[in-house]
């Protein structure tokens, strides 16, 4: 077991730019998720997929955002267009497909938008 | 909507002894899960404990216990002999049968551990 991989660790990047994060789930996994974590808080839910299906998506997924996960396997986030407030921990998660599994989390990517 | 509310932002404990972090939640559902998650620093988050809502038995982890109160909606969690790599922000989340895995958190205790 592996482990979620989330690629990279951290982004600095400047307001208006584009940014795409990796995750790459547990291999047996058919469900993954994104979460947005700030500074202190506890992460907040973005959206989930199941194989390669996006089942549901958060009011917090702005039309900036975007995510896909081709062929069920990995996943990427993409921000266009990032703005200071997308700065945050980015993170995924996996878990086997009954809905009290577990989530297996990522180390996450933390974004900072100067 | 449900929400997750843990009140104490930040607790300490002198190693070997013990301590109970609190948590409250609001739901109308009867059937759902409980859980606790430790995200020790600048490390991923890993899963402590769970709680099913229709077992009445506490759930129990070698150091790591619940008291769950379902008429009160109360779920706190009890970590005995306190050991340094305990040290960690502690978050509690809900999630009902039919939400497809969608956990809701609470905003997390910080838990130090004093030598």
């Known amino acids: 077991d592996t482990g979620v991989s989330q690629n990279p660790r951290h982004k600095i990047t400047k307001r208006g730019q584009n940014v795409t994060f990796r995750c790459d789930p547990i291999s047996e996994h058919n469900r993954l998720y994104w979460y947005r974590q700030t500074l202190g808080q506890g992460p907040e839910f973005l959206t989930y997929?199941?194989?390669?299906?996006?089942?549901?998506k958060s009011r917090l997924l702005s039309d900036r955002f975007s995510a896909e996960r081709p062929k069920g396997s990995f996943s990427t986030l993409e921000i266009q267009r990032t703005e200071q407030g997308d700065s945050a921990m980015y993170l995924c998660?996996?878990?086997?497909?009954?809905?009290?599994?577990?989530?297996?989390f990522g180390n996450g990517t933390r974004l900072t938008v100067t | 909507a449900q929400t997750v509310t843990q009140s104490q932002p930040e607790m300490s404990v002198q190693e070997a002894e013990t301590v109970t972090l609190s948590c409250t939640y609001d739901?109308?559902?009867?059937?759902?899960?409980l859980f606790w998650y430790k995200q020790p620093p600048s490390r991923q988050m890993i899963l402590v404990i769970r709680?099913?809502?229709?077992?009445?038995q506490n759930a129990t982890e070698n150091r790591f216990s619940v008291n769950f109160q379902k008429a009160a909606k109360s779920f706190s969690l009890k970590i005995s002999d306190s050991q340094l790599g305990d040290a960690a922000m502690y978050f509690c989340?809900?999630?009902?049968?039919?939400?497809?895995?969608?956990?809701?958190f609470g905003g997390g205790t910080r838990l130090m551990v004093k030598p």
């Open positions: 709680q099913e809502a229709y077992k009445q």
């Open positions: 998660a996996s878990s086997l497909g009954r809905y009290n599994s577990p989530l297996h």
């Open positions: 989340a809900y999630i009902r049968r039919d939400a497809g895995n969608m956990l809701t």
């Open positions: 997929f199941q194989n390669e299906a996006q089942l549901e």
């Open positions: 739901t109308s559902e009867s059937d759902y899960y």
